[in-house]
Nanobody, 116 residues
Framework: QVQLVESGGGLVQAGGSLRLSCAASGIIFSINTMGWYRQAPGKQRELVARITSGGSTDYADSVKGRFTISRDNAKNTVYLQMNSLKPEDTAVYYC??????????WGQGTQVTVSS
């Protein structure tokens, strides 16, 4: 049974930082591309950042220079360090596994709220 469990969300003031974690089980974590996505109210879910099994990363333009994705294969965990947070970063953040162009597993999401 595959499980992706996010944690680390919360309420923070603009300019603050949060670190999200996603613990995976039921998959061979080290060989998978993992991604963080977010969905704000009334908006479509969008890619925030992605990291391949080899450690290559890519980011949405809106978060480049502020967010950093990383992974610890020994802990089956992917992280999203979010700095210089803005009110527009407010959303539910989801962790997902990517196979090719398909996201086949999702976590339950963690709420991030940035106050101005």
């Amino acid at each position: 049974q595959v499980q992706l469990v996010e944690s680390g969300g919360g309420l923070v003031q603009a300019g603050g930082s949060l670190r999200l974690s996603c613990a995976a089980s039921g998959i061979i974590f080290s060989i998978n591309t993992m991604g963080w996505y977010r969905q704000a109210p009334g908006k479509q879910r969008e890619l925030v950042a992605r990291i391949t099994s080899g450690g290559s990363t890519d980011y949405a333009d809106s978060v480049k220079g502020r967010f950093t994705i990383s992974r610890d294969n020994a802990k089956n965990t992917v992280y999203l360090q979010m700095n210089s947070l803005k009110p527009e970063d407010t959303a539910v953040y989801y962790c997902s596994r990517t196979i090719g162009v398909v996201n086949d597993y999702w976590g339950q999401g963690t709420q991030v709220t940035v106050s101005s």
